[in-house]
């Protein structure tokens, strides 16, 4: 079936150690998202690439980064992470950006713990 | 943008209609609400959405007012595993693209 996939589902790291998550997709799909949700609170977007287009929302730290080698892979990278920064980090896709397009399809989530 | 108020949480019978209403009184005629649901510790899940038509799928029907500032989610036949948080959301464009608003949603509760 096709689907997202994110790996690993539980990441924990230490306090300051750079992590990286990782997010495939055999959707062949445009657009790849990376959403942040800390416990009990909706998601919030980060960032998402279109095709290689890389779009920040503005309220994005700059300790987040991410990387789109191809179609099928996008991974989210934090440079120095604070215990604040332990949440479940979402990863999603869509065909596009436009109406009819931009239906998202979410993966399980990674959930990072920052000891 | 367009904002969504919705209950906080609802109950409902396993087998009976499970109806979760949703305002967003300052929709703009463009704009399309969509829904999404969240089981615990599962990501969010794409239901259904619609611009102003009745939209149903295998999953949930879509009631949309006529005149656009409210809706209703109906899952006909409500079963445990339908427990979870319910998003309307309506479409908006962000500064960099197009992000889900999801908002606080509504934590449905289906009882045996």
């Known amino acids: 079936d096709a689907m997202v996939i994110q790996n690993p589902r539980y990441q924990v790291t230490q306090f300051g150690k750079p992590v990286t998550l990782s997010c495939s997709q055999t959707?062949?799909?445009?657009?790849m998202y990376w959403y942040q949700q800390k416990s009990s609170q909706a998601p919030k977007l980060l960032f998402h690439?279109?095709?290689?287009?890389?779009?920040n929302e503005a309220d994005t730290p700059d300790n987040f980064q991410s990387r789109r080698p191809n179609t099928s892979f996008c991974f989210l990278d934090i440079r120095s992470p604070g215990l604040g920064d332990a949440a479940m980090y979402l990863c999603?896709?869509?065909?596009?950006?436009?109406?009819?397009?931009?239906?998202?399809?979410f993966g399980p989530g990674t959930r990072l713990l920052v000891l | 943008d367009a904002k969504t108020t919705q209950p906080t949480s609802m109950d409902c019978a396993e087998g009976r209609a499970a109806n979760l209403p949703c305002n967003h009184s300052?929709?703009?005629?463009?704009?399309?609400v969509y829904w999404y649901r969240q089981i615990h510790s599962q990501g969010p899940q794409y239901i259904i959405h619609?611009?102003?038509n009745n939209e149903t799928n295998e999953m949930a029907s879509l009631i949309i007012t006529e005149d656009r500032k409210s809706s209703t989610l109906i899952l006909p036949h409500a079963t445990l595993r339908d427990t979870a948080v319910y998003y309307c959301?309506?479409?908006?464009?962000?500064?960099?693209?197009?992000?889900?608003?999801f908002g606080k949603g509504t934590s449905l509760l289906v009882t045996p």
């Open positions: 999603a896709t869509s065909r596009g950006l436009e109406v009819g397009e931009e239906t998202q399809y």
């Open positions: 959707l062949n799909h445009n657009v």
């Open positions: 690439y279109y095709d290689k287009d890389f779009n």
């Open positions: 300052t929709i703009s005629g463009n704009e399309y």
């Open positions: 619609g611009l102003k």
């Open positions: 959301i309506v479409r908006v464009a962000s500064n960099s693209g197009y992000a889900l608003n």
